[in-house]
């Protein structure tokens, strides 16, 4: 795929939303997850359930950015090191791990991309949007964060696992907070 040089955040192309998050439990969230009949893989499964994902009691809003990785100044990809930190020069935030289950939960129109195959190995999936958020552990068997994607018109709420070295594409999408 072919990235053209689009701009480096803020000036480029970006989609922002403004997302609410907290006042659901666990458990209240993977019920209205299931009640939208979104799927989650094991990562997914894993990384919600796991005593490190926290939920906000309080509800509160959260104003989020999507944008590739060529908008952070990586024409060629980068390591998720280089792309956080980038992103933080630029005054983007990660994200607290509970927004991705919020945004699956708020973004049910996502399109799904024809663009090219789903299985391209140690890569993130075509039409994916990751959610830049602190990486729990550096345990490699361990999920990194959540990513959304729509597969044969159903939703997902997808973990994913990727080490220090994975090189993320160009083309690849994250959403950053900003103020939060």
């Known amino acids: 795929m072919h990235i053209d040089n689009e701009g480096i955040y803020p000036e480029c192309p970006v989609v922002t939303r403004t997302v609410e998050i907290g006042g659901l439990t666990k458990s209240q969230l993977i019920q209205k997850l299931q009640q939208f009949s979104i799927l989650m893989n094991e990562y997914g499964e894993r990384l919600l359930t796991d005593d490190r994902f926290i939920t906000s ?28 930190k980038r992103a933080n020069e630029l005054g983007l935030e990660l994200c ?3 927004l991705g289950p919020h945004l699956r939960l708020t973004y049910l129109d996502q399109p799904e991309d ?11 999936p075509s039409g994916s949007i990751t959610i830049a958020s602190e990486i729990l552990t550096e345990d490699d068997d361990f999920p990194k ?6 597969i044969n018109d159903v939703l997902w709420l997808r973990g994913y696992r990727a080490d220090h070295l994975h090189v993320w594409n160009a083309w690849d999408r994250f959403v950053f907070c900003k103020n939060y």
């Open 57 to 84: 009691d309080t509800k509160y809003s959260l104003q989020t950015v999507e944008l590739t990785v060529s908008n952070l100044g990586f024409p060629d990809g980068a390591t998720i090191v280089q792309i956080f």
């Open 96 to 98: 607290p791990h509970e």
């Open 114 to 124: 024809y663009g090219w195959s789903s299985l391209q190995g140690q890569q993130a």
């Open 145 to 150: 964060g959540f990513y959304l994607r729509r």
